[in-house]
């Protein structure tokens, strides 16, 4: 399966966990929309902590969240990510104004998966009612099999130099095949 999430905004290098939950709720919103459609409108039942028709559920519970990953283990899921970055610094100014490359993209990827333990949220942090499932990308980013990264000129006026325009082009891939994620394959 393929699809593709954006964002616009600040992406700063080393996010505290206020930060990365703020990207991470923006892409509920998007994998929320995809989860409404074709083919994963059908799968709702590894939804279902009751175990629906197929066996498998991929809810994970952690604090008063219950996170749904696409890219699980129980689906034996791994997926492939394909970035385009569109910065305002001039090319080859990777590592100087707007932060270094590599800790924007570890952001990036933390803000993409459910946290690993309930202190990587913020204190206090609860669902909001919309939230339930809260939809992520990835269990865990070391089921990340392939990840490339463009980046170029964003040519637009921005208020903040950490500010970025991404294209992140998704692919998933099992690793094998099994009646739960037929779908998604």
Same mark, same amino acid.
Do not use: F
């Given at each position: 399966m393929e699809f593709s999430l954006y964002y616009r905004g600040p992406l700063r290098a080393n996010a505290d966990a206020t930060e990365k939950h703020r990207l991470r709720k923006l892409f509920h919103q998007q994998l929320k929309v995809l989860w409404s459609q074709p083919p994963l409108d059908d799968e709702h039942d590894l939804l279902n902590p009751i175990h629906g028709p197929k066996n498998t559920c991929i809810l994970k519970s952690l604090g008063a969240f219950q996170f749904a990953p696409l890219i699980t283990e129980p689906l034996f +899921?791994? #997926? &492939?990510? &394909?970035?385009?970055?569109?910065?305002?610094?001039?090319? @080859?100014? =990777?590592?100087?104004? @707007? #932060? *270094? =490359? *590599?800790?924007? +993209?570890?952001t990036l990827l933390d803000a993409l998966s459910m946290p690993p333990e309930v202190g990587a949220l913020p204190d206090g942090v609860e669902p909001d009612p919309e939230e339930s499932p809260f939809f992520c990308l990835l269990e865990d980013d070391k089921l990340l099999t392939r990840v490339s990264v463009a980046t170029d000129r964003l040519l637009d006026t921005v208020a903040d130099t950490t500010e970025v325009v991404l294209l992140i082009r998704a692919r998933t891939r099992g690793i094998s095949a099994t009646w739960a994620n037929l779908s998604m394959l």
């Open positions: +899921l791994v #997926g &492939e990510l &394909e970035i385009t970055m569109l910065r305002p610094q001039p090319p @080859g100014s =990777i590592v100087t104004r @707007g #932060g *270094d =490359i *590599d800790n924007r +993209l570890k």
